[in-house]
């Protein structure tokens, strides 16, 4: 498994603590037999600033000019909302949750199937950063921290599936589901961590697709991983 963490805009030299790096990315590819691959594509912001491919290009096109980006916002509800809404800076990676923004299907061993969004919870806890701690902190502290932690102890996460509802949307990111959505694989991560072991070759130059899956059915029960690899 590859785990890659990031900031929004992947500007480079921005600093971990301005509030144009958030949101926060977390990306995993799971390294299956026969050289196949899936991957996880998730932000810590639930939601999308567009539904569809060509407003997520108007999008992008419109970031690193303020004055574009807000006559953009003035027509667009999901950018508006996208903007204004809160997205504080995490004290570390591995204190943040993540939200998957497709929405893939899923099934039971009964075969019965339904259409869920993978969240990735941190079982460290949820913490943020205020403002002015924020931008007190190095220009890299997320990357510093993790580094850190890592030699020390581990990052674990829960990974679960929050299915969708009755009349929820499954072909808009721009729209979360209720937070009442069932999670059926919400149990008890188990104690033993898998530490991280460096980067295998080739890992920095890996990509992660969020609609990246296997040709065939990959299992999934009861997920919880501990120590990402760091790249």
């Known amino acids: 498994m590859l785990v890659r963490f ?5 500007v480079p ?6 509030p144009a790096a958030s949101p926060r990315g977390m990306a995993i ?3 299956l037999p026969d050289e196949v691959e ?11 600033p567009a539904a569809t491919p060509e407003a997520f290009l108007a999008f992008l096109r419109a970031l690193p000019d303020p004055a574009a980006l807000q006559a953009l916002a003035a027509v667009s509800p999901a950018v508006r909302i996208f903007l204004d809404d809160p997205k504080p800076a995490p004290a570390s990676y591995a204190t943040e949750a993540y939200f998957g923004v497709n929405a893939f299907r899923f099934s039971n061993a009964a075969g019965e199937a339904r259409l869920g969004r993978y969240r990735i919870l941190p079982l460290a806890g949820l913490r943020h950063l205020n403002a002015e701690q924020a931008a007190a ?4 502290y997320l990357a510093t921290e993790l580094r ?13 599936v929050q299915l969708a509802g ?14 009442d959505r069932r999670s059926p694989n919400s149990a008890p991560c188990p104690s033993r961590p898998l530490r991280s072991r460096g980067m295998p070759p080739g890992a920095s130059s890996a ?10 059915p990959l299992r999934m029960t009861r997920c919880c991983w501990r120590g990402p690899r760091l790249i």
């Open 6 to 10: 990031s900031n929004f805009a992947a």
């Open 13 to 18: 030299g921005l600093p971990d603590g301005d």
């Open 29 to 31: 590819k799971f390294l």
């Open 38 to 48: 899936t991957d996880i594509v998730a932000h810590s912001y639930d939601g999308f």
């Open 137 to 140: 902190r190095p220009a890299h």
């Open 148 to 160: 850190d932690r890592l030699i020390r102890s581990d990052a674990a996460f829960r990974l679960q």
């Open 166 to 179: 009755p009349g929820d949307p499954t072909d808009d990111g721009t729209r979360p589901w209720p937070q």
């Open 207 to 216: 990509s992660f697709r969020p609609v990246s899956s296997p040709a065939s």
